[in-house]
């Protein structure tokens, strides 16, 4: 079955250390999207990708970059960790014709990447 | 597991009663509305979607009503069942079409009780 996992499940790190979180889907779907999770805040986007070497910035994007030169894959990496960025990671995915960013079915999450920053 | 954390408003239910989950969206030009279930420990799970030229959509055991002019969804849930003890989120779209313009709610946890 196609599906979409994230690695790792648990990390903790310090406060400096480059850290990249890996998500990979297997339904070739063009859109790709990085959430973060924190109490009192729903979903958050950080940043997201409508195709290959297409990626764009959410709305809490500050401290995270992505790549996309793949269909499957759209690390996370957080170039300085900070204690604020300790929280669950959330990778989606959703099919879509190339490069718009629309959408015609629903998002398909993952299972969360727990970061903590010490 | 991941998840969102313990400090959610929480409903709790009997196991065979009907539930009631209601949210309060923000922006009136939101044309889109989903509601996902997300159980603890894993990712969350679209349950049903609803536009904004409906005001009430059925499907397996869900429905979902919406009330444009108060800003109001609401998801029942006939019949609960322990497996569905999990946090649930409404989330709204602008741009039906556009996935990156979805924004969602804080959630409320489900507890049913046997």
């Known amino acids: 079955d196609a599906e979409i996992t994230q690695s790792p499940r648990h990390k903790i790190t310090e406060t400096g250390r480059q850290v990249t979180l890996a998500c990979h889907q297997t339904w070739n779907h063009n859109n790709m999207f990085w959430y973060r999770q924190d109490l009192g805040h729903g979903l958050r986007l950080i940043h997201y990708?409508?195709?290959?070497?297409?990626?764009n910035k959410g709305e809490v994007s500050d401290g995270y970059s992505v790549s996309r030169s793949n269909t499957e894959d759209l690390p996370l990496t957080l170039e300085s960790a900070a204690s604020s960025q300790t929280s669950v990671y959330f990778c989606?995915?959703?099919?879509?014709?190339?490069?718009?960013?629309?959408?015609?079915?629903?998002?398909?999450f993952g299972e969360g990447s727990r970061l903590t920053v010490l | 597991g991941e998840s969102v954390g313990l400090h959610l408003p929480t409903l709790s239910v009997q196991e065979g009663d009907n539930s009631i989950i209601n949210c309060a969206y923000s922006?009136?030009?939101?044309?889109?509305f989903i509601w996902y279930k997300q159980e603890s420990g894993k990712g969350p799970q679209f349950i049903i979607d609803i536009r904004s030229n409906m005001d009430k959509r059925q499907g397996q055991r869900v429905t979902v009503l919406l009330n444009k002019t108060v800003k109001h969804l609401s998801l029942q849930i006939a019949a609960t069942q322990p497996g569905d003890s999990a946090v649930y989120f409404c989330a709204e779209n602008p741009d039906t079409g556009t996935a990156s313009k979805l924004t969602f709610g804080t959630g409320t946890r489900l507890q049913v009780t046997l």
């Open positions: 922006n009136s030009a939101s044309d889109y």
């Open positions: 989606a995915s959703s099919e879509g014709p190339l490069g718009t960013g629309k959408y015609t079915g629903e998002l398909f």
């Open positions: 990708s409508y195709g290959v070497q297409d990626t």
